[in-house]
């Protein structure tokens, strides 16, 4: 089985990364994005689009689709919230011929929460798990904090749920997204305590293309239980994001 994860940047890269889903779709069983919008129109403020579940829905005709929303404050691009008409969040596609469920969506955000180490603006933070035959796949895009890829209060919570809500579901694990942290942190040591953190084992040097200019190279991840057999774990250069995709082929 294949899956492919991929934060799409809202698709800012049009042309380029409908053709990779176009041409991965013909071998990829599950497909797992973050950073996807629905039920608009045009472009928001920066370039992406409004509409980016209903334009991989139609490049995948023979996927059944999922969708999990971001938090309140998930989007933090546009100058008005009065300018969003649109959602925006995680989506997973799975192909047709598998068995398949919705198991579980979270916002791993609560504005009721006073953290004593930030007080400054979250986004993003969600999680979106569906089962795959066997297979538990957690698609999850972690807390985003002022561009903090370090340990936090809430990113260390972050953890701790994300890890417990993928255990309650029966079947083998498969965590992968975009976790808004750094390898050496705790928030991710939990996750390489437990299962086996394939972006260390096969010593993926960037998760972040060459149209992501800043100097911190790591921010997706791939998780599995250990008893999964990988046939093979890849994240190839291409500029279709300010991310890079993550292809896991496993039985």
């Known amino acids: 089985m294949k899956l492919i994860s991929l934060n799409t940047w809202g698709c800012r890269v049009t042309e380029p990364i409908f ?3 176009k041409k991965y779709s013909e071998d990829t069983d599950i497909f797992c994005f973050q950073e996807v919008s629905k039920g608009g129109k045009d472009k928001t403020d ?7 579940y209903e334009k991989i829905s139609a490049t995948l005709p023979n996927y059944t689709g ?8 998930g989007h933090y691009y546009e100058k008005s919230r009065n300018e969003i008409d649109f959602r925006f969040g995680l989506a997973c596609f799975v192909r047709k011929n598998l ?5 579980k969506t979270i916002n791993l955000h609560n504005p009721e929460i006073k953290w004593g180490d930030y007080s400054g603006r979250f986004a993003a933070g969600s999680v979106l798990i569906i089962s795959v035959e066997n297979y538990v796949i957690t698609n999850i895009h972690g807390l985003w904090q002022g561009s903090i890829k370090t340990d936090t209060e809430a990113k260390l919570e972050q953890s701790k749920k994300i890890i417990e809500l993928t255990e309650s579901i029966s079947g083998k694990k498969i965590i992968c997204g975009d976790f808004n942290l750094l390898p050496d942190t705790q928030s991710i040591q939990m996750f390489s305590n437990k299962y086996r953190d ?3 084992e096969y010593k993926i040097d960037s998760t972040r293309s060459a ?3 800043k100097s911190l190279r790591y921010s997706d991840y791939v998780f599995t239980d ?3 057999i990988v046939k093979s774990f890849s994240v190839p250069d291409m500029e279709i994001s300010d991310h890079l995709p993550l292809f896991l082929d496993f039985e």
């Open 19 to 21: 053709d990779f889903i």
């Open 46 to 52: 920066k370039g992406e689009l409004k509409d980016v």
């Open 66 to 73: 999922y969708f999990c929303e971001y938090g309140e404050e």
């Open 99 to 103: 068995n398949q469920s919705l198991a």
């Open 198 to 200: 394939l972006i260390q």
């Open 211 to 213: 149209l992501y200019t």
């Open 226 to 228: 250990k008893d999964i």
